[in-house]
């Protein structure tokens, strides 16, 4: 018989893999293995000292913090003269405010000094924006003022009533320090005590 008809296609072409070939790759090379681990380690060490650096940093830890607030607490509903020395000093009234964002800054020093009670404490909701730890002093009593604030169509009166106010405050410098009154909101469900070691992880960073 003779010999069959050979094709046209280069035999290159027509080969087929062998068994065990490695696939084709891209002609860059892969980095070695030490390489890798070199790199992984100075990623570890680098987080490692980024971490003491930040805790080094903290002078005030988030449980210093609430225990202070709580401390402010008990003094502020015996009506202990102490109290005052845990919070900044209480904030001059322009006869213009600002603006009326300074005007609720102020809500949330004034209301501290006046004669209300705190009922409790809780953490704030964490927010990006306010990386320090803050805290909601929840009040019975009410809180009034009367302020005169500039706005872009000139200077306007500003009254503004509180009943039972919710006050925003940090902790800066071992002082408390109002940042804002609000209308009391109660939470969806109380902190567990492990949703509360995940919420003080979130703003110390540990």
């Given at each position: 018989?003779?010999?069959?008809?050979?094709?046209?296609?280069?035999?290159?072409?027509?080969?087929?893999?062998?068994?065990?070939?490695?696939?084709?790759?891209?002609?860059?090379?892969?980095?070695?293995?030490?390489?890798?681990?070199?790199?992984?380690?100075g990623a570890v060490l680098g987080g490692?000292?980024?971490?003491?650096?930040?805790?080094?940093?903290?002078?005030?830890?988030?449980?210093?913090?609430?225990?202070?607030?709580?401390?402010?607490?008990?003094?502020?509903?015996?009506?202990?003269?102490?109290?005052?020395?845990?919070?900044?000093?209480?904030?001059?009234?322009?006869?213009?405010?600002?603006?009326?964002?300074?005007?609720?800054?102020?809500?949330?020093?004034?209301?501290?000094?006046?004669?209300?009670?705190?009922?409790?404490?809780?953490?704030?909701?964490?927010?990006?924006?306010?990386?320090?730890?803050?805290?909601?002093?929840?009040?019975?009593?009410?809180?009034?003022?009367?302020?005169?604030?500039?706005?872009?169509?000139?200077?306007?009166?500003?009254?503004?009533?509180?009943?039972?106010?919710?006050?925003?405050?940090?902790?800066?410098?071992?002082?408390?320090?109002?940042?804002?009154?609000?209308?009391?909101?109660?939470?969806?469900?109380?902190?567990?005590?492990?949703?509360?070691?995940?919420?003080?992880?979130?703003?110390?960073?540990?």
């Open positions: 018989m003779g010999k069959g008809r050979t094709s046209g296609r280069p035999k290159s072409a027509a080969r087929t893999p062998e068994i065990g070939a490695r696939p084709s790759v891209s002609s860059r090379p892969l980095p070695s293995r030490r390489t890798l681990f070199v790199l992984l380690g490692v000292a980024l971490f003491f650096l930040f805790r080094a940093n903290q002078p005030v830890s988030f449980a210093a913090e609430e225990a202070l607030c709580r401390r402010f607490m008990e003094l502020k509903n015996a009506r202990d003269p102490r109290a005052a020395d845990l919070l900044a000093p209480k904030p001059d009234i322009p006869n213009v405010v600002a603006s009326d964002e300074e005007a609720e800054r102020l809500d949330g020093a004034l209301v501290l000094h006046r004669d209300l009670r705190i009922i409790d404490v809780w953490p704030e909701k964490p927010d990006p924006r306010h990386p320090a730890p803050r805290f909601v002093l929840v009040t019975q009593g009410s809180y009034d003022r009367h302020f005169q604030v500039a706005t872009p169509e000139g200077v306007k009166s500003r009254s503004r009533s509180l009943y039972n106010p919710d006050v925003v405050v940090e902790v800066r410098d071992g002082k408390i320090i109002g940042l804002q009154a609000r209308f009391h909101e109660e939470p969806a469900k109380p902190l567990t005590p492990r949703e509360r070691e995940r919420l003080r992880r979130l703003l110390t960073g540990q």
